[in-house]
């Protein structure tokens, strides 16, 4: 017998409506995965619905149709559909601009965050929840699941100093928090109003996305799989180094490579770390746009073979050591155009980065990143939305007894 699906914010709206929404003109920040559990797009749906206006369409990074390519800038266009204007987050500018908003008495968020601090999907919603704060407009989130479950929390809090578009606020990488826990957290920390957020029905903390009974729409062009997205909160780190993350291939974040590299002892230097949750394959890819595109690489393919066990953040650790230590000569950390590394804004701090370059271990490097994340569930547990069997999970591996695992009241929006 199979568990009922999950109902996600925007159906509970639909069904239920939003006393604060009704009748207001809206903009609506979303995507492709802006639907909802029968793929029906939640723009064509809320401008039939007539418990609001829809005003306006917003589009974060890949577009409001999803069809650009990472850190593509995206132009203002109009909505075949439905004649609106659709302006671009991920453009000239990444927030709303007073022009936007004009005539807009709400804003609303619904897209499928990816549960990782590097995701600019937070990074855009931020933004938009500060502007409409600014502006004195009501700030919804039609709340999804986090597709990596609510439970596990992992890597160390970013740095305010190193704060970026791919990380916006002190967190760990991989957070744990769904879009709507999220902005309560934003609220809460930064002092502005509670956000009105429309809750799931369903959805328990343990639930991985495949387990929602939800539809799998990939979340950016390079996160085709639910696989390449568990990996990808180690995985992406690469991104801040000259090797390949397996961007241009089918496999992104799966593959990790360089044309210099030797896959085989890439692969057994890797597996004899001890990573939990994953295995290592000796490969060799060429991508076919972004680094090394048109050149054969060596590298790896990692498998994950349980993703309970998985811990991407230390695995993204352990891959940069190995990649520096084959090769300190050709590995390079790239550098953007302010003259920062790349991988400081990913790791939202220096430390690390300094850290291997001086020849510490990756354990070193994780050191004291499990106090940092208690220290965040902590914080969050009056926050959360949902309850869940689970609890919060502790690096250890132990479990975290707290408002994660129990009952919680109150807290449904609508």
Not at 186 to 198: I, N, T, Y
């Amino acid at each position: 017998m199979h568990a009922p699906r999950v109902r996600v914010g925007l159906e509970v709206f639909l069904e239920r409506g939003c006393p604060p929404l009704e009748g207001k003109r809206a903009g609506l920040i979303t995507n492709p995965t802006g639907t909802d559990g029968r793929l029906r797009s939640t723009i064509d749906l809320l401008h039939a619905s007539g418990r609001v206006r829809l005003a306006a369409l917003f589009g974060p990074e890949h577009g409001i149709r999803g069809e650009a390519q990472a850190g593509e800038p995206v132009a203002d266009a109009r909505d075949a559909r439905t004649g609106l204007p659709i302006y671009s987050l991920y453009g000239q500018t990444r927030r709303p601009s007073p022009e936007m908003l004009r005539g807009l008495d709400a804003l609303i968020f619904d897209l499928q965050d990816i549960g990782v601090r590097y995701g600019t999907y937070l990074s855009t919603m931020a933004y938009a929840q500060e502007v409409a704060v600014e502006a004195g407009l009501l700030f919804v989130v039609f709340d999804r699941p986090n597709p990596l479950t609510g439970c596990r929390v992992e890597g160390n809090l970013l740095d305010p100093a190193f704060a970026s578009f791919v990380g916006v606020h002190p967190i760990p990488i991989r957070h744990g928090l769904t879009a709507g826990e999220l902005a309560r957290l934003l609220a809460a920390d930064r002092g502005w109003p509670e956000p009105f957020v429309v809750p799931m029905e369903g959805w328990q903390r343990e639930l991985w996305f495949d387990q929602t009974g939800l539809p799998w729409i990939q979340p950016s062009p390079n996160l085709p799989t639910l696989d390449s997205l568990a990996l990808y909160a180690g995985t992406c780190l690469v991104e801040g180094t000259n090797c390949s993350e397996g961007r241009g291939t089918t496999r992104p974040f799966e593959l990790v490579g360089a044309p210099w590299l030797d896959p085989f002892r890439l692969a057994e230097d890797l597996a004899g770390r001890g990573l939990p949750g994953v295995a290592f394959r000796p490969a060799y890819f060429t991508p076919t746009f972004s680094k090394h595109a048109g050149h054969r690489c060596g590298g790896v393919q990692i498998h994950v073979l349980d993703r309970e066990a998985l811990r991407p953040v230390e695995l993204g650790i352990h891959l940069l050591d190995a990649l520096r230590r084959q090769d300190s000569l050709a590995f390079a950390w790239r550098v953007n155009a302010d003259g920062r590394h790349v991988v400081d804004l990913l790791l939202g701090s220096d430390r690390p980065r300094r850290a291997l370059e001086a020849g510490a271990a990756p354990a070193e490097v994780l050191s004291g990143w499990d106090d940092e994340v208690q220290a965040f569930r902590e914080r969050c547990r009056p926050l959360l939305l949902y309850d869940g069997s689970c609890g919060w999970y502790t690096p250890s591996g132990e479990r975290a007894r707290g408002r994660g695992s129990e009952p919680i009241e109150g807290r449904a929006s609508v």
